[in-house]
């Protein structure tokens, strides 16, 4: 179905992905799950260094610091699928209409980034008003620059635009390219491998964490 690219990235190269009555679209979309839901683990455990440093914003018992690392932080995986069923095509469709493949990328950033930022607002305008007496009951960014009414935050908006531009452009199709590679029954074999793997993860890091309370 789809074909390993070594030559230069063109428009039509970027156009496929995206096929959901394919066997080899939801092989895909399982594998990034499992992936991403620990690869964001350790994705968010670098950005809360960075956030600490340069805003000293993470709590220090905020559960990143402890988490087994091959704890699943499932709001990743899950937002794999997201960008998969969302993002993906509606990245093929700007790519059709733009006569470049920079303008595409451009305009998918921006509209990516605009979503994350209306989502966490809206978000947190329902879930996340503040007391009688000011205080937020989850998160706080009313004294952070470039926030939104208190909400959402566009620094953050920012990184999640990047990370999901990442993963719509290059991951994704890489895991797609990958599995290509191998022959259909290998690369079935191969997803069992990857589900096994996320599986005792799972369980491991839980019984960890359960003993580790005790």
């Not at 092989?27 to 600490?52: K, N, P, Q």
């Not at 969302?86 to 451009?106: C, D, F, H, S, Y």
């Amino acid at each position: 179905m789809w074909k390993l690219r070594l030559h230069k990235v063109t428009q039509s190269d970027e156009i496929g992905y995206f096929a959901p009555k394919t066997w080899e679209f939801w092989r895909a979309l399982i594998a990034s799950f499992c992936i991403f839901t620990i690869v964001g683990h350790w994705l968010e455990f670098l950005y809360c260094v960075i956030m600490d440093q340069l805003f000293g914003i993470v709590e220090p018992d905020y559960a990143i610091w402890i988490d087994p690392w091959y704890h699943p932080y499932w709001v990743y995986g899950v937002g794999a699928v997201f960008m998969t069923l969302l993002v993906e095509p509606l990245k093929e469709r700007i790519i059709l209409r733009r006569k470049t493949l920079w303008g595409a990328l451009l305009e998918t950033f921006l509209i990516v980034v605009f979503l994350s930022m209306l989502m966490e607002l809206i978000i947190g305008l329902i879930v996340n008003q503040p007391d009688a007496s000011g205080e937020y009951p989850y998160w706080d960014n009313s004294q952070l620059p470039l926030n939104v009414l208190g909400q959402a935050w566009l620094v953050n908006d920012v990184f999640i635009g990047l990370a999901a531009m990442l993963y719509v452009w290059v991951l994704y199709p890489l895991i797609c390219e990958g599995f290509s590679l191998l022959r259909p029954p290998v690369a079935n074999i191969m997803l069992v491998v990857i589900v096994v793997g996320f599986a005792a993860a799972c369980t491991g890091s839980y019984l960890e964490l359960a003993l580790w309370e005790r």
